[in-house]
């Protein structure tokens, strides 16, 4: 799928990178706050701004797509049970549901099936977010902490960058205004940065945790993200008939998406099965370079 290969050769040049040079996470800090602050909340705020004013079944799309992430974060949980390493069933749970709709979702989608792809993408992005970061204090939260760990993760969604990008662009759309072309053309520029150094910067990442084997476990929460995820997303849509096509097949490859490495930053934060999170993310990517072909390739059968 040549619409896809750049995805992964920007990946790829990141893990080649960090083995030829061996630069550690701090020299990375630069890179990622010019991708967290800038280049894609550009890229969610360009694409949010045109959405179309007749995206009345929003509600509905999301209330579905967000419940089929919420059930395979479960199944995850519940495949992580059963281990006897310790690990945390919490971090399994991630492994299984939290797709990389960050760094790979918006700028994907959008190569993939158009600029309209960008504002399900966003909001998707923005639903599973605060499932998540709802869930995971919940699940980890140890006894008298749970609301101090509430509020913690409430303060991160409000604040985050992403979501306030996309809450901007809502209110630009519905204001009828038009965005000078001396703002319009560096947000297009930062907007078109945004896959490249994103995946640049995933490749950095994993090359510096590549270590570990897939045991089942692992490999059995990956098959949930890689595969019955999308085929989840297919099967609740396919009873739908007012929902855009668009919007769907936006779905389908937001959940085909391998785990987001704020799995391992999220493990790490609280010390949780550290070394399961990184081979989460390395694996899930390296197989998605030959799932998420196949579904994108599935969308031109679907609706």
């Keep these: 799928m040549i619409?896809?290969?750049?995805?992964?050769?920007?990946i790829l040049a990141g893990v080649l990178a960090q083995v030829l040079l061996r630069h550690d996470a701090v020299q990375q800090r630069w890179l990622d706050a010019f991708i967290y602050y800038v280049a894609l909340p550009a890229l969610l705020?360009?694409?949010?701004?045109?959405?179309?004013?007749?995206?009345?079944?929003?509600?509905?799309?999301?209330?579905?797509?967000?419940?089929?992430?919420?059930?395979?974060?479960?199944?995850?949980?519940?495949?992580g049970r059963t281990n006897k390493t310790g690990d945390s069933p919490a971090v399994f749970g991630l492994a299984a549901s939290y797709s990389n709709i960050g760094y790979m979702g918006p700028a994907l989608t959008v190569a993939v099936l158009g600029p309209e792809a960008g504002a399900p993408a966003a909001f998707i992005f923005c639903a599973d977010v605060l499932l998540i970061f709802t869930v995971w204090p919940l699940v980890i939260g140890?006894?008298?902490?749970?609301?101090?760990?509430?509020?913690?993760a409430a303060r991160k969604v409000a604040t985050h960058p992403f979501i306030l990008a996309t809450?901007?662009?809502?209110?630009?759309?519905?204001?009828?205004?038009?965005?000078?072309e001396v703002l319009d053309k560096p947000l297009t520029g930062f907007q078109n940065s945004a896959a490249p150094t994103a995946l640049f910067s995933l490749g950095l990442t994993l090359a510096r945790h590549r270590d570990g084997a897939l045991d089942a476990r692992l490999g059995a929460c990956l098959a949930v993200k890689l595969i019955c995820h999308p085929i989840a997303v297919v099967l609740a849509f396919a009873w739908v008939s007012w929902v855009d096509p668009v919007w769907i097949a936006t779905a389908i490859i937001m959940g085909a998406l391998?785990?987001?490495?704020?799995?391992?930053?999220?493990?790490?934060?609280e010390g949780l099965s550290v070394p399961l999170s990184a081979r989460a993310v390395l694996y899930g990517t390296a197989i998605s370079a030959l799932t998420l072909p196949v579904f994108i390739y599935l969308l031109s059968f679907v609706g």
């Design 3 to 10: 619409l896809i290969a750049p995805f992964f050769l920007y």
């Design 45 to 79: 705020f360009q694409s949010v701004r045109m959405v179309p004013p007749n995206a009345s079944s929003l509600f509905g799309f999301l209330l579905i797509t967000t419940a089929l992430t919420g059930a395979m974060f479960a199944t995850g949980w519940l495949i």
């Design 142 to 152: 140890a006894s008298g902490h749970g609301p101090a760990r509430l509020m913690a």
């Design 167 to 180: 809450l901007l662009a809502l209110l630009f759309a519905q204001s009828g205004l038009t965005l000078p």
């Design 258 to 269: 391998p785990p987001a490495a704020n799995v391992y930053v999220m493990a790490r934060a």
